[in-house]
């Protein structure tokens, strides 16, 4: 079983940037899409940003597309997630998951390990 490890959290005024990683285990990083989630307090968790196994694919959600950028360095085993331009509204828990398949998928049951995630506050 993978292990995903997220950092980068933080707390920021709005309009600023941050960067979250996600370190994966294993030696099979490549093999696997990746995505980002994030719940807010009282919300359910929602889809954030996909990105293919080789990083020449990538998918949004509405609400981040234009400010976040997802990318990957199989080298490192590692996924990112570039916010910038925040707002309030992102605050949240992010987390970092491997997905099952290589279709872009935008839902939680297409991904299949997660990671403990980490805190994101957006001060207006």
């Known amino acids: 079983q993978v292990q995903l490890v997220e950092s980068g959290g933080g707390l920021v005024q709005a309009g600023g940037s941050l960067r979250l990683s996600c370190a994966a285990s294993g030696r099979t990083f490549s093999n696997y899409a990746m995505g980002w989630f994030r719940q807010a307090p009282g919300k359910e968790r929602e889809f954030v940003a996909h990105?293919?196994?080789?990083?020449?694919?990538?998918l949004y959600a509405d609400s981040v597309k234009g400010r976040f950028t997802i990318s990957r360095d199989n080298a490192k085993n590692t996924v990112y997630l570039q916010m910038n331009l925040l707002k309030p509204e992102d605050t949240a828990v992010y987390h970092c998951?491997?997905?099952?398949?290589?279709?872009?998928?935008?839902?939680?049951?297409?991904?299949?390990?997660w990671g403990q995630g980490t805190q994101v506050t957006v001060s207006s």
């Open positions: 990105i293919s196994r080789n990083g020449d694919s990538e």
């Open positions: 998951a491997r997905a099952r398949g290589l279709i872009p998928a935008t839902y939680e049951a297409a991904f299949d390990s």
